[in-house]
């Protein structure tokens, strides 16, 4: 199973409507700004990035997955994204003109969807620069990855969006790109007409055209949360384990569109075991109100697992408060 497949199977909420509304969430800027710099030759930038751009392999259960991940330090170390190796047994690294390298998750933040990996190779390897500056609306940029397991796919675009929210995860830290992708390209470098990395990639979505575009961790972001991930962090996003379902599921004395309905309950769940049911409306989450699922999980995304959460639900059109211990996303 690819590395999207899976991104699916874990977030089933996420890959629904809230995909449609993160598109809408970044920065509120309509006409593109002029391009800084030169758009990038690909084909040069794909001959100066490759050899640092690998794929990477491993076993989750009984499942082959397939990501991309690339050298920032010739050491050997690797940026990812976290869906791609976070609980991956048997994880490697394939770089161009070596045999394929074991790996070790090192840190990962699972709010950010970011991960670095080490690998010992015989000898330096080739790596990408980190850009020191920020991404604009409009700058050309270049994606390269191993969509399928196939290395050295690239793929150009601009950017459409930047400090773009992605509910659930860490609030503006995304930014939005014109160039497609496809699956096995999670972890695949974002770069500018230099070569430098501006952004991970971590899925694709669709604009209001229905045109493809892409999502990555923004180059803020990224140099954010390196000096932690390379100390061993690993942040886990908090889970409450539920469902959502369209408004006319809802229970009696829930208006049209009030609220985030609750349509089913993982088994083990936080949410199972404080007693939420089918058909609950999440109207209050800590004392702020819940209109929609976009609400709620940008509300649990702010929270840490272990952390209790007051909530309020219609159940059989009374107020019934429920207080919840947030868990680990599985």
Known sequence: MNVFARLVRRWPVFFAAPLVVLLAAGTAVLTPQAAAGPAPDPQTILTQASPAVGVVRGVV??????????????????????????????????????????????????????????????????????????????????????????????????????????????????????????????????????????????????????????????????RASLPQLRQGARAERAWLGIVGGRPREAGPGAAPGQGAVVRQLAPQSPAAAAGLRPGDVVVEFEGAAIHNWRDLLAAVGQRLPGQNVHLVVLRDGQRVEVTITLGVRP
Not at 92 to 111: C, S
Not at 149 to 157: K, M, R, V, W
Not at 158 to 174: D, K, M
């Open 61 to 222: 259960g009984t499942r082959k997955i397939s990501g991309t991940a690339f050298v920032i330090d010739r050491e050997g170390w690797l940026l990812t994204a976290a869906h791609v190796a976070r609980g991956v047994e048997q994880l490697q690294v394939e770089l161009p003109g070596l045999a394929a390298l074991d790996a070790r998750v090192i840190g990962y933040d699972a709010t950010r969807d970011l991960a670095i990996l080490r690998v010992s190779p015989p000898s330096p390897l080739a790596a990408l620069q980190l850009a020191g500056d920020t991404l604009n609306v409009g700058d050309p940029v270049v994606v390269i990855g191993a969509p399928r397991g196939l290395p050295d796919q690239i793929t150009a675009g601009e950017v459409l969006a930047t400090r773009v929210s992605i509910p659930g995860l860490s609030p503006e830290s995304f930014v939005r790109v014109s160039a497609a992708v496809r699956r096995g390209n999670s972890g695949s470098p974002l770069l500018n007409s230099q070569a430098q990395v501006v952004g991970v990639i971590v899925a694709s979505s669709f604009d209001r055209s229905r045109a493809r575009a892409s999502l990555a961790v923004s180059g803020e972001t990224i």
